[in-house]
């Protein structure tokens, strides 16, 4: 598959993971729709990469406005790649230092955003996907999901978190096969320590330490590492069905 011509969905697209992966596909010459809450933002990088990008302010867990998103999405070509980037995280354990219990709305949120969304953007996309017309090997398309390793190496304090991209590593085979019937495939790329928006405020002793502990290369990853990724596996039609980690050979301590 060619990413020249293609229409791409990217959710969390207007910062961090997202905005590198909508930059890297408008840069190949795909229509790039940018699916984020933060309105602003999004309007602002559609603006800087012009012609070919657009924007939509979306609520990734509510059905009719992430429908909207993909229809828009559709509606500037064939939509052929679907990437989730759009997420939120959270510290707490169990149970807190005064025994008192993890907030349970908290943890609801962050599945409901997380799992709940990536499955609600990737059932809409892949629904669009399926009505283009197929490609070479009867491909028709992809659907890239963003988990993390917290998934295998949760620390303490992460147990929503580790939830959440669990059960987004958990649906990438079934979804994978679900799928093949139509010539979508589904990979999922778990990041660790990346430079983003999340760890802007952080001290750089902080920042520091958290780079220090990757293996090598020892830093922490940059997003356009990541949407390199992404471009790689929209154009190799043999990665299907996948969890790749992107962690420089980290393996998270329990704190």
């Known amino acids: 598959m060619q990413i020249a011509g293609a229409s791409a969905l990217v959710t969390g697209g207007a910062s961090g993971l997202g905005e590198a992966t909508v930059r890297r596909l408008h840069a190949g010459g795909a229509m790039v729709t940018i699916v984020d809450r933060d309105e602003a933002k999004a309007k602002a990088l ?4 012009g012609g070919q990008t657009s924007y939509l302010m979306t ?5 009719d406005q992430a429908a909207a998103a993909v229809a828009q999405a559709a509606s500037a070509g064939p939509l052929r790649i679907a990437v989730n980037c759009a997420g939120i995280g959270w510290v707490g354990r169990v149970i807190n ?17 997380n799992l709940i969304g990536t499955f609600n953007m990737m059932r809409l996309a892949a629904s669009a996907i399926a009505a283009t017309q197929p490609l070479e090997d009867n491909e028709r398309g992809v659907i890239v999901n963003t988990a993390s390793v917290a998934a295998f190496d949760g620390q303490i304090g992460q147990l929503a978190y580790s939830a959440s991209k669990g059960g987004i590593v958990g649906m990438t085979l079934p979804a994978a096969r679900d799928l093949s019937a139509v010539g979508i495939r589904v990979v999922t790329i778990a990041p660790g320590t990346f430079d983003t928006p999340l760890f802007a405020g952080a001290p750089d002793e902080v920042r520091d330490a958290l780079g220090a502990a990757v293996p090598f290369p020892k830093r922490m990853g940059r997003p356009d590492e990541y949407a390199a990724l992404v471009a790689h596996i929209a154009e190799n039609v043999m990665l299907n069905g996948e969890v790749i980690r992107l962690d420089g050979a980290i393996r998270m301590p329990p704190k």
């Open 97 to 113: 230092r005064d025994n008192s219990p993890h907030d349970f709305g908290a943890f609801t949120k962050v599945i409901e955003i």
């Open 46 to 49: 559609a603006a800087e990469l």
């Open 59 to 63: 609520d990734v867990t509510d059905p």
